[in-house]
């Protein structure tokens, strides 16, 4: 099975900061990752879909990178809506779905 | 608008059966696959599988393979969980969530609101 690592798995930031994320699969998954943002008590929202592609409605600010085992997610100005978890997703190898453990973004 | 309302929030013994709902509407019901998402307390979300209600073809995650049951009703545009006998650890938060696309490993686009599923003796 393919696994999934995040790092950092939390991170304090200030608005303005830029922030990456990086997701790391045990295989290659050559851009098929996704990344959802969850804030509490809410279900997961789709950003980004095949590493890279921007979700209709998501700020310019998000954006998705990488190929083979690792992708990063980057949040170039973080905004007070940011603050959230934020998860990748792998839909290439068997089982599909696998999700990340999770990063989560708090206030400096 | 695409919309995916769950089945409200349930409280079970140990052992007892369970199915919960996600009613869709807003998309082609028969040409998305429609999954269920696991969330327990405080983790991350786990991939349980999904359906294509067009031919009801269900793929279960490996560790969800035998343990639930997923389904579709596509004259009522509907996707069930079901648990035949509940245990304490299937305490979570459980999401249903469609495709954005006609393949299964696809990402989820929609999302229902959650239902909480509390097992306590």
């Known amino acids: 099975d393919v696994q999934l690592t995040q790092s950092p798995s939390f991170l304090s930031a200030s608005v303005g900061d830029r922030v990456t994320i990086t997701c790391r699969a045990s295989q290659g998954i050559t851009g098929y990752l996704v990344w959802y943002q969850q804030k509490p008590g809410k279900a997961p929202k789709l950003l980004i879909s095949a590493a890279s592609t921007l979700q209709s409605g998501v700020p310019s600010r998000f954006s998705g990178s990488g190929s083979g085992t690792e992708s990063t997610l980057t949040i170039s100005s973080l905004q007070p809506e940011d603050f959230a978890t934020y998860y990748c997703?792998?839909?290439?190898?068997?089982?599909?779905?696998?999700f990340g453990p999770g990063t989560r973004v708090d206030i400096k | 608008e695409v919309q995916l309302v769950q089945s409200g929030a349930e409280v079970k013994r140990p052992g007892e059966s369970l199915t919960i709902s996600c009613k869709t509407s807003g998309y082609s019901f028969t040409t998305h696959w429609i999954g269920w998402v696991r969330q327990m307390p405080g983790k991350g979300p786990e991939w349980m599988g999904v359906?294509?209600?067009?031919?009801?073809?269900?793929r279960y995650g490996p560790s969800f393979q035998g343990q639930v049951t997923i389904s579709a009703d596509k004259s009522i545009n509907t996707a069930y969980l079901q648990w035949r006998s509940l245990k304490a650890s299937d305490t979570a938060m459980y999401y249903c969530a469609k495709t954005d696309t006609s393949a299964y490993n696809n990402p989820f686009d929609h999302w229902g609101q959650g239902t909480l599923v509390t097992v306590s003796s």
């Open positions: 997703q792998q839909l290439n190898s068997y089982p599909p779905g696998t």
């Open positions: 359906v294509y209600p067009g031919d009801s073809d269900v």
